[in-house]
């Protein structure tokens, strides 16, 4: 009699079609999980990622692709929810938050994805934050994960009964050189992501998104 086999055990992935967001993704993958992806359309001007996260999740075939409105831009406080607002590209002041900040946009995606994992039987939601080549966002760094898991812990059934899902940010201490070198050693479409804060048909080239992504993929190739 054949035996049967173990059902896949499931990860969400936050997958905004940037490239970090692909790359954990495909980190998820290689890590044995079974891949729900989740993204959201939120008011961003970049609306064009969102056509990328799709090609992202067909690529790695990702059969589950929940794409969730979340109107963020209704009250704005961002240059990517904001039309009256302009996109920096002045480049990262050193301790200061930029106006590309989306107020509370990380503590509502995760409180959202851990709604799906518990509707889904997921054990881990995989997030691609990062807290070295980030911009000084407050919601990317590890002692918020770190609270974000507790709350994980006492906000649900399963965090109740000791199952909560766990928050998994691998390339959190990553640079983005080493994120692009991630990437193709997990096989990214990295043509298909899309990292540009602006809403174009192709990347400005100057906003610090597309600055830090440009030069991490020249320092990927030229030392790999």
């Known amino acids: 009699m054949a035996s049967l086999e173990s059902p896949q055990r499931k990860a969400i992935i936050l997958l905004s079609g940037g490239l970090d967001s692909a790359t954990s993704a495909a980190q998820a993958i290689a890590d044995g999980y079974e891949p729900i992806a989740l993204s959201f359309r939120y008011g961003q ?13 067909a690529a790695l075939h990702i059969r589950e692709h929940f794409i969730v409105d979340v109107n963020l831009s209704q009250w704005g406080g961002s240059a990517l929810t904001d039309g009256n607002l302009e996109v920096p590209t002045e480049g990262v002041q050193a301790g200061e938050i930029p106006i590309t900040y989306v107020p ?8 959202i994805a851990l709604s799906l994992a518990e509707a889904k039987g997921a054990e881990v939601i995989y997030l691609g934050i990062n807290a070295v080549d980030y911009s000084g966002y407050p919601d990317c760094r590890p002692s918020y994960l770190k609270a974000f898991q507790k709350l994980a812990e006492l906000s649900s059934k399963i965090g109740v009964e000791g199952n909560a899902p766990k928050l998994v940010a691998p390339l ?41 992504r440009d030069k991490a993929i020249l320092e990927a190739n030229a030392y790999s």
């Open 45 to 57: 001007r970049h609306e064009r990622e969102l056509l990328a996260a799709r090609e992202v999740a």
């Open 172 to 212: 959190v201490m990553d640079s983005k050189t080493d994120i692009v070198r991630r990437a193709k050693r997990l096989g990214v479409p990295i043509d298909l992501t899309w990292s540009c804060y602006q809403g174009g048909e192709v990347p400005c080239g100057v906003c610090d998104s597309c600055r830090i």
């Open 104 to 111: 509370g946009r990380n503590t509502v995606f995760i409180a």
